[in-house]
C-alpha cells in the first residue's frame, strides 16, 4: 500500500469520527443520552475526552 493511499485511508477516518464527535457535542448540547458503539482501537476514548472536554467547557456549572 502506497504512502498516498495509507494517508488517504486516515484522512476519511479522521473525517468521519470528527463527524461522529460533532453528533455526540450535538446530543449533550440538547440534553440527550447517547452510546458509542466500535470496534477497537476507533477512537472511543478519544471521543469520550472530546464529550468531557466540551462538558467542562459549557456545562460544568450545572452539573457541578
Given amino acids: 500500500m502506497s504512502e ?8 476519511l477516518a479522521k473525517a468521519e469520527a470528527e463527524k461522529v464527535d460533532k453528533q455526540i457535542i450535538s446530543a449533550l448540547q440538547n440534553g440527550i443520552s447517547f452510546r458509542v458503539e466500535a470496534g477497537a482501537g476507533s477512537g472511543k476514548t478519544y471521543s469520550l475526552n472530546q464529550a468531557i472536554e466540551w462538558i467542562q467547557a459549557n456545562k460544568w456549572t450545572e452539573y457541578r
Avoid at 498516498?4 to 484522512?11: A, F, L
Fill in 4 to 11: 498516498e493511499h495509507k494517508r488517504t485511508n486516515y484522512d
